[in-house]
């Protein structure tokens, strides 16, 4: 299905990598070793630096206490940039829950502006997006 050389990610053990669909910019990929599992992300035909716009944010929402998940790592990988990340499983929606993510997102516009990354001009694929 994907011709890609997955033995080049820095992963050790890797025993099964499934397509994950929903994506529509970049190919989405569980990838299951001995004891840990990651979900990457690959761009095809594009440089390392593809991701840097989305490892900044990350990031700057990290150290805002904004739940992310962890970055394990980034590069090529046979000419396509790829970003490699702790996979979160899907979880059950409780009335909880919803109060958390919604305390999480309030967090997140209260700092926005702290963060100096939203709402600037940034390239990712073939177009720009400026904002002017």
């Known amino acids: 299905m994907y011709n890609f050389d997955y033995s080049k990610l820095p992963i050790k053990n890797i025993q099964k990598i499934f397509p994950i669909a929903g994506g529509y910019v970049n190919l989405s990929f569980s990838v299951d070793a001995s004891n840990k599992k990651y979900f990457l992300k690959l761009q095809p035909n594009t440089k390392s630096n593809f991701f840097d716009y989305e490892l900044s944010s990350l990031k700057e929402l990290t150290d805002k206490n904004i739940p992310v998940p962890q ?14 990340l702790e996979f979160i499983e899907n979880g059950h ?31 990712f694929g073939s177009v720009a997006k400026l904002n002017l």
């Open 93 to 123: 929606a409780y009335p909880e829950s919803y109060r958390k993510l919604g305390k999480i997102v309030a967090n997140m516009h209260k700092n926005i502006n702290s963060l100096n990354l939203f709402g600037f001009s940034h390239n």
């Open 71 to 84: 970055i394990i790592n980034k590069g090529e990988l046979d000419n396509n940039s790829f970003l490699l």
